[in-house]
């Protein structure tokens, strides 16, 4: 009878491995066809360069015997994984109903600016003082939408996006459609509670979103926002005061928080 028990449970096993093999073969498949529909139906890392991706990225192909699978972020990152920054896994795909997203450049006090719209509002206010990088990198963010230039749309957008860098006070009535996980969205809602004129510690806004212990969850919150100055990220600063690495750069924080205290 055990013996039974026990080849029952040795054919179980190798079921199992054999299902498990299978699988993976197929989700192999997808990152060499590199198959974005397969976008959130698992993340798959590379021990080489210790990032994780999902099927889609447009990084460099690695080799089979580096890669593995994960049906989570979190299962990734437990594993000692970091976030692909091509294609990062971690936010939420935006392009499901295949939509285009608009954009168009405008010039401010801080340099040259990118915006883009989709239907239900700004997703993106971006600095940079290449506008084909710029792009660039917005496409490396949304891969599967099209990108269509509307300076004479967006102008009216541009002008109130330029105005608020120069006079903060101001308000800022354009809806917004910023594109992240709950977690990161949480954070971003924060940012926007923060008082004009004010700053916070990583660790204060951490503690206001119930995650004492996020500070550094919340840091790489502020790292992904994609939408400057509206969700004012430039307004979280180090726990001693100082100001931290910015997205667009420590001067453009300096000079954002500058205005924001006399405005």
Partial sequence: MKKDIKMVATCVNESRQ??????DEDRWAAVVTRD?????????????????????CSA?????????????????????????????????DK??????????????ALGLFL??????????????????????ELQDRYPKLKF??????LAPAIAKIANFIEVPHRAFDLALDPNGTAFQKKVWRALCDIPLGTTESYADVAKRIGCPQGARAVAKACATNAIAV????????????????YRWGVDRKRALLDREAVA
Avoid: W
Wanted: glycine letters at 10%.
């Fill in 148 to 153: 269509t230039a509307d300076d004479r749309e």
């Fill in 230 to 245: 509206a969700i004012p990220c430039h307004r979280v600063v180090r726990s001693d005061g100082s100001l931290s690495g």
């Fill in 60 to 92: 460099r192909q690695p080799k089979r015997e580096n890669v593995r699978f994960h049906a989570t972020c979190k299962g990734a990152e437990h594993a000692g994984f970091r976030p692909c920054k091509r294609c990062r896994p971690t936010e939420a």
């Fill in 36 to 56: 974005s529909s397969r976008a959130g139906t698992f993340f798959y890392s590379v021990r080489t360069t210790g990032v994780y991706c999902r099927p889609g």
């Fill in 115 to 136: 915006v883009a719209a989709s239907e239900r509002g700004i997703s993106a206010i971006q600095f940079g003082d290449d506008p084909d990088m710029s792009l660039r």
């Fill in 95 to 108: 392009s499901e109903d295949g939509a285009s997203m608009r954009f168009a450049f405008g010039e401010s």
């Fill in 18 to 23: 054999n299902r498990g093999h299978v699988i």
